[in-house]
């Protein structure tokens, strides 16, 4: 089992940034793909970025070129680099995680219980 535990969500104003980052334990060695997704309020959960260990990432449209996505495989931490936030970015944020079978593409088997990103002036 994996358990993981995500941090550095909260308020900031329209155009700032925040930095979330997610800690993996348990059996995290097994874990070869990582990622954030987000659901907002009446919304369905999406992806905002995911990565392999080997530094593959794929990232939403809506995101490129503001957020990053890095992977600490020493310290199996994950992190998120949200630059120029926008209102439309306020969700509760998911780490998500899985083993040599996951997908950059979809979710795979362990999840965070999630941090509150809220943008708003």
């Known amino acids: 089992q994996v358990q993981l535990v995500e941090s550095g969500g909260g308020l900031v104003q329209p155009g700032g940034s925040l930095r979330l980052s997610c800690a993996a334990s348990g059996s995290a060695s097994s874990i070869y793909i990582m990622g954030w997704y987000r659901q907002a309020p009446g919304m369905q959960r999406e992806l905002v970025a995911t990565i392999s260990r080997g530094g593959s990432t794929n990232y939403a449209e809506s995101v490129k070129g503001r957020f990053s996505i890095s992977i600490d495989n020493a310290r199996n931490t994950l992190y998120l680099q949200m630059n120029s936030l926008k209102p439309d970015d306020t969700a509760v944020y998911y780490c998500?995680?899985?083993?040599?079978?996951?997908?950059?593409?979809?979710?795979?088997?362990?999840w965070g219980r999630g941090t509150q990103v809220t943008v708003s002036s």
């Open positions: 998500n995680a899985g083993d040599l079978s996951s997908s950059l593409y979809r979710p795979n088997r362990y």
